[in-house]
């Protein structure tokens, strides 16, 4: 015997054949409750409006809250980045690639000996948890409050180290540049070092 | 045969009762190793089994009980044997002990600078570790740090931080006991003590890297891995080092398709944890940015341009088909591709014409091989079991360095003796203490009938043994009547493995000699062909010179150097002149010269293996996953394929299981027909007789680019003996002129025990090709003059 079935022509159908289950539906509920389900609404039209004109308004974030990320600068301008990769290892998305770097006479650009040589962070992969700034042990990393980070292009997304690095502010140089005369690594992590000396420019 | 030799010894057994467990291990055994069998982890940090104890660093404390007496305080479980009726308490256990190690590690962290995030030790650090499983959660010492310049360069490959350093002794007694290179010690006291170098004397030691490698902290580092990557970037593969017939087992580091560090991996019955600092940093090469990525054509102009490899198949079929053609492979090829070379030749292109000898060589080198070497088991272990080691045109440290620190392991364990014949000292013959049996240049093969030998004796002769007419009679003549036991030690990683693949001309895979009508049909019915050519080939002169006077039309080329060659300009005529198939990893002389290039994958690129000087396989996977490169075997065949010859090797695979299952010949060998001795030339004036080697760090392909590692090569200098010195009027340092009708170099001298007729000059170092600039081999007259 054949699987197929024929199937019929609709005038061999009889609507009232058809096999149906009865469900009991209530009546519409009493007036009083209704007028109390309108009441939310009309109360709403008196309240004060809270829908943003994003983007023409930015509201601004909660203080804390975690956006785009951030490689800060000593006030002399060396970048506090060590490239030590605890960052990469903490965080769970594996969003961040770094790769160190020699710090040498001619390219200085951190204290101490070692800097991040290349810097990425995947905003595809980032899931804004923090873990890498609770990592980090030199401050280098930090979260801003920005967070329109969304672009067209995947490759737009993956942020590079330029791209992260924290603005030059009063008193900072670019680096590569050497170190603040006198001063060591741990003068720099102690906070000794307050703005770029005169002689660190122009010597790279 | 070697290990029950070994078992047969009865072992007397000691049980121990250690954290109420009860182990019994062979007398003299140190308790944190019969600890280690129970799988109880005893911190540590300068223990390590190949060292001799120290107990420097006290943080393996236990508290130990013999026959009911406990030792007063907690003791050093690194240095202590075990011994009957012993109860040992490790810090799971004794309260003790554990404060012991605790307050130790406390000591230790004391001084440790708080840089791991800077060190390149971090997260594979042992101090780390253990200050996380055996240390304390908290510091209580408070102040200053002490502090030291950081770091040092203690050679152009070596770093020291000497803030991390926990004087554990270890880098200082690897230098001494296993090296034989006391070029860094212990210095001042107390809390200032430090790793120091002697002034004006870098850590120039060819077994530098070992002590990167076994440091328990970050204090040396390696200039060429700093600051490269963590642990958890790395991919590691096991591996095998190419770049000699030592055969080190390695451990491969990859980051993102590049390799970034190679590590020394632990194989008890060859490089025993250790390698060389050339297998450790040489390998930029790889990635170097000149790599071939295309195949190359030779077009209608005589110009070499971009082909897609269907073109370049086909290019290179058209070219070899019908041609009377040979195959030079070069000492650097895997088994597997020096196997898929070895067929190629007999079925696609039907010719024994193949060697892979591309070097200087003689027709009783190739007999001697056939004869003695094919086939052969001499093992690291016979080292250890020999009673006298004879080096012939062997020089162990340069040449074949692990075999170096198995004869230094056993000089220094036992006093094995060894013997030199030799034109000149060596740095290793004097660190073994080695008798050195002084001859001119040419005239080894006499001063070998000399030497006096047992049945329990092994013979190391290397490759530059061909140089010398006669020797390789010798020294067999010498093995048949002492009973003494041949090791061939070649230079290149790839010779012993083509040599078993059949890669020569008078021989085919598993040693069948080719002049054997049986070993033909044994292989040609497993070829499944119906017969294979039985006229022995070519040797690689022979072939240049076939090529040189047309008889050949068209060569295929592996990896060969054709400055390794002798008359270097005489052969690449040759080559220009035929039609050549060039399977290469980066453009040289040869592919300069090729009609077709094929670009070819290299070591970290593929699997395969190799077999090293013992003829122990030594195999190793592909570090790099994703490479587009092949290994040769695949291409040959896609060669043979395009010339309707199927030689079925698509994969390494395929060919090492085919190669496997020939098996060994088990026939008649092929018989050594002795050469008479020959004698060195006679030299007046000013001439002098040439005398050479590679040294371990020079100019070689496989170095290129490493800047650092070329900061630790030996300086280039020219030796020549007293006598010389003063008729010249020269002293060590004066720049010396050595020529000849072919061309001259110019380097400082050396004043030092060699022949008086003798000057020795490194073979391919800086500013000292002696293959290049004089065309010179060993035994060869030149003249040296006062520059």
């Keep these: 015997m054949s699987d197929f079935i024929e199937p019929r022509k609709s005038s061999e159908l009889d609507i009232n054949s058809v096999p149906f289950v009865e469900v009991n539906q209530p009546g519409p509920a009493s007036l009083l409750t209704q007028a109390k389900g309108f009441w939310v609404t009309f109360s709403t039209m008196f309240k004060k409006n809270q829908t943003v004109q994003y983007p023409d308004v930015k509201a601004p974030t909660a203080p804390r809250f975690h956006g785009r990320h951030q490689l800060n600068r000593h006030p002399d301008g060396l970048e506090k980045c060590i490239g030590c990769e605890l960052c990469a290892w903490a965080c769970p998305a594996d969003a961040i690639y770094v790769e160190g770097g020699n710090n040498t006479p001619g390219n200085q650009l951190s204290p101490g000996e070692r800097h991040g040589a290349v810097y990425q962070i995947n905003y595809l992969r980032c899931i804004f948890c923090g873990l890498c700034v609770e990592a980090c042990p030199t401050r280098a990393l930090t979260m801003t409050n920005e967070y329109e980070l969304a672009d067209d292009k995947r490759e737009k997304l993956i942020f590079e180290k330029e791209d992260l690095l924290a603005p030059l502010r009063q008193g900072m140089l670019a680096p590569p540049h050497p170190m603040y005369p006198g001063m060591t690594d741990t003068n720099y992590y102690n906070g000794d070092v307050k703005e770029a000396h005169p002689s660190q420019q122009g010597q790279n | ?787």
């Excluded at chain 2, 008890?268 to 071939?292: I, P």
């Excluded at chain 2, 240049?441 to 002769?461: C, Y």
């Excluded at chain 2, 990893?585 to 040869?590: D, E, G, K, T, Y």
């Excluded at chain 2, 010249?728 to 004066?734: F, H, K, Q």
């Design chain 2, 1 to 787: 045969m070697t290990t029950t030799q070994d078992s047969a010894v009865a072992v007397e057994l000691i049980t121990v009762i250690i954290d109420g467990f009860e182990v019994s291990v062979p007398k003299g055994t140190l308790i944190i190793r019969a600890a280690e069998k129970l799988g109880i982890q005893i911190p540590r940090f300068c223990d390590h089994p190949l060292l001799d104890p120290v107990g420097a660093c006290r943080q393996c404390l236990v508290d130990v009980e013999i026959n009911g007496r406990a030792f007063p305080k907690p003791q050093a479980s690194c240095t202590i044997p075990v011994e009957p009726n012993m109860i040992v308490k490790t810090q799971l256990t004794s309260p003790v002990a554990d404060k012991a190690q605790k307050g130790v590690m406390e000591l230790l962290l004391g001084n440790h600078p708080l840089d791991c995030p800077v060190c390149d030790k971090g997260g594979e650090c042992p101090l780390q570790n253990q200050a996380m499983s055996n240390g304390r959660a908290d510091a209580r010492l408070d102040g200053y740090k002490r502090t030291f310049e950081k770091p040092i360069n203690i050679s152009s490959s070596v770093l020291l931080d000497r803030e991390r350093c926990v004087l554990c002794a270890r880098c200082t007694r690897f230098s001494e006991q296993i090296a034989s290179d006391p070029f860094i010690t212990l210095n001042e006291r107390g809390a200032l003590q430090q790793v120091g170098i002697y002034e004006n004397d870098p850590f120039k030691s060819y077994f530098s890297g070992n002590t990167v490698q076994i440091c328990p902290v970050g204090a040396l580092t390696g200039a060429s891995y700093r600051f490269r990557a963590r642990p958890f970037d790395l991919v590691s593969t096991p591996s095998a080092c190419e770049h000699c017939a030592s055969g080190c087992d390695m451990r491969t580091d990859v980051r993102r398709g590049k390799t970034l560090r190679r590590l020394a991996g632990d194989d008890a019955s060859v490089n025993e944890e250790w390698n060389c600092d050339k297998g450790r940093w040489a390998f930029k090469y790889v990635t170097a940015l000149d790599r071939l990525t295309h195949p190359l054509v030779r077009n209608a102009e005589g110009v070499l341009v971009q082909a897609s490899w269907p073109e370049a198949l086909a290019a290179a079929a058209a070219g070899l088909k019908g041609k009377r053609a040979a195959v030079i492979t070069g000492g650097r090829v895997t088994t597997e591709d020096a196997y898929g070379y070895s067929k190629f030749a007999r079925i696609a292109l039907n010719t024994n014409d193949i060697d892979f000898r591309a070097r200087v060589t003689s027709d009783e080198e190739r007999d001697f091989l056939a004869a003695h070497v094919v086939g052969s088991a001499t093992t690291y272990r016979d080292i250890d079991l020999a009673d006298h080691v004879a080096l012939i045109a062997f020089e162990p440290e340069e040449e074949s360095p692990i075999v170096f620190l198995r004869l230094n392991k056993n000089f220094k364990k036992r006093g094995l003796k060894v013997s030199a014949v030799a034109a000149t000292r060596s740095i290793a013959m004097n660190k073994l203490k080695a008798e050195f049996i002084k001859v001119a240049p040419g005239s080894e093969a006499a001063a070998v009938a000399g030497l006096s030998l047992t049945a329990k004796s092994l013979i190391l002769i290397g490759e530059r043994a061909s140089e010398s007419a006669g020797l390789f009679s010798a020294v067999a003549a010498l093995a048949a009547q002492t009973g003494a036991k041949i090791a061939y030690i070649p230079r290149r990683a790839g010779e012993r493995g083509a040599l078993e693949a059949g890669a020569l001309g008078s021989l085919l895979p598993g040693g069948r000699p080719v002049a054997d009508a049986a070993a033909r049909v044994d292989i040609a019915a497993a070829w499944g062909v119906a017969s294979l050519p039985s006229e022995p080939g070519r040797t690689t002169s022979e072939i240049f010179a076939g090529l040189a006077s047309q008889q050949l039309e068209a060569v295929v080329v592996g990896g060969v150097e054709i400055q390794d060659l002798p008359d270097s300009a005489a052969a690449l005529d040759a080559l220009k002149k035929s039609f050549v198939v060039s399977l290469e990893i980066a453009p040289s002389a040869v592919t300069g010269v090729a009609d077709v290039v094929l670009p070819v994958a290299a070591i970290t690129e593929k699997s395969g293996s190799f077999l090293n000087w013992e003829g122990r396989a030594r195999a190793f996977d592909e570090a790099v996953a994703d490479s587009q490169n092949r290994s040769d075997v695949r291409i040959l065949s896609m060669i043979a394929d395009a010339m309707g010859e199927s030689i079925m090797l698509g994969t390494v695979t395929a060919a090492a299981r085919e190669f496997n299952q020939l098996g060994k010949w088990d026939g008649s060998r092929v018989q050594f027909a002795p050469v008479s001795a020959g004698t060195a030339k006679s030299v007046n004036g000013n001439e002098a007789l040439i005398t050479s080697w590679r040294r371990l760090l020079d100019m070689g392909a496989l170095q290129k680019g490493e800047d650092n590692l070329a900061g630790t090569r030996r300086p280039t200098v020219a030796v020549i003996s007293a006598q010389r010195a003063t008729a010249l009027g020269v002293t060590s340092g004066d720049q010396l002129r050595i020529s000849n009708s072919r061309g001259s170099i110019t380097i400082p001298a050396l004043v030092d025990d060699i022949h008086d007729d003798a000057i020795w000059l490194p073979r391919n170092s800086f500013a000292s090709q002696t293959l290049v600039s004089l065309d010179a081999v060993h035994g060869d007259v030149v003249t040296v003059v006062k520059a």
